[in-house]
């Protein structure tokens, strides 16, 4: 699956208004390159995340997805709050309207 859209991104969360505009780019970046490198739609790996929310079945390739998303949610946030003490930090990647 080819990337075809620049999804819009963003954070969310209890914690999201903390990050410094500079935070925010450097976990957007984070969470393109995961995206790339598995030549993937952010949009889709968003929908298959949904889907997965929803408790509904799943395809493979909606699994590998989903499994992608976790891995740029997770790059995201390490990038965001690099340097940030405090552990418990609620930010999670999103796709914005």
Do not use: Y
Not at 27 to 32: E, T, V
């Amino acid at each position: 699956m080819m990337m075809t859209m620049q999804a819009k991104m963003g954070f969310a969360g209890e914690h999201a208004h903390i990050a410094s505009e500079e935070e925010i780019s450097a976990g957007l970046n984070a969470a393109n390159r995961v995206f790339s490198s598995h030549h993937v739609d952010p949009a889709d790996c968003a929908a298959a995340n949904q889907k997965l929310g929803r408790d509904e079945l799943l395809t493979r390739e909606e699994a590998k997805l989903c499994v992608i998303w976790g891995e740029a949610d997770d790059m995201a946030f390490r990038a965001v709050t690099l340097g940030w003490l405090a552990r418990d930090i609620d930010i999670r990647l999103v796709l914005q309207d």
